[in-house]
């Protein structure tokens, strides 16, 4: 059984920064790329990064480019997306995902249940 479980969401400064985690576990992490995406109060989805199943290939939205950096921990099944020089528009619940293959935005099948993250003063 697929599970995703998101870590270190919270309250934070504008200027700010926070580390989330996602822990996977039920499938084979080294086989798929996986990645975030997030949801702002009163708005869609917005796909945020993605990472390729190695981890050597990543890509950005470009809200985020520059600031946000993913990576994943083979060894650890966990997936990580550092978010620096936070905005208050980066306000919203953040969910890791998992891709259908080894390459990113080929659709996504398993998402977990968020992690709340607010860049406020």
């Known amino acids: 059984q697929v599970q995703l479980v998101e870590s270190g969401g919270g309250l934070v400064q504008p200027g700010g920064s926070l580390r989330l985690s996602c822990a996977a576990s039920?499938?084979?992490?080294?086989?798929?790329?996986m990645s975030w995406v997030r949801q702002a109060p009163g708005k869609g989805l917005e796909w945020v990064s993605a990472v390729h199943s190695g981890g050597g290939s990543t890509s950005y939205a470009d809200s985020v480019k520059g600031r946000f950096t993913i990576s994943r921990d083979i060894a650890k099944n966990t997936l990580y997306l550092e978010m620096n020089s936070l905005r208050p528009e980066d306000t919203a619940v953040y969910y890791c995902?998992?891709?259908?293959?080894?390459?990113?935005?080929?659709?996504?099948?398993?998402w977990g249940e968020g992690t709340l993250v607010t860049v406020s003063s």
């Open positions: 995902a998992k891709e259908m293959g080894r390459g990113y935005r080929q659709g996504m099948d398993y």
């Open positions: 039920g499938f084979t992490f080294s086989s798929y790329a």
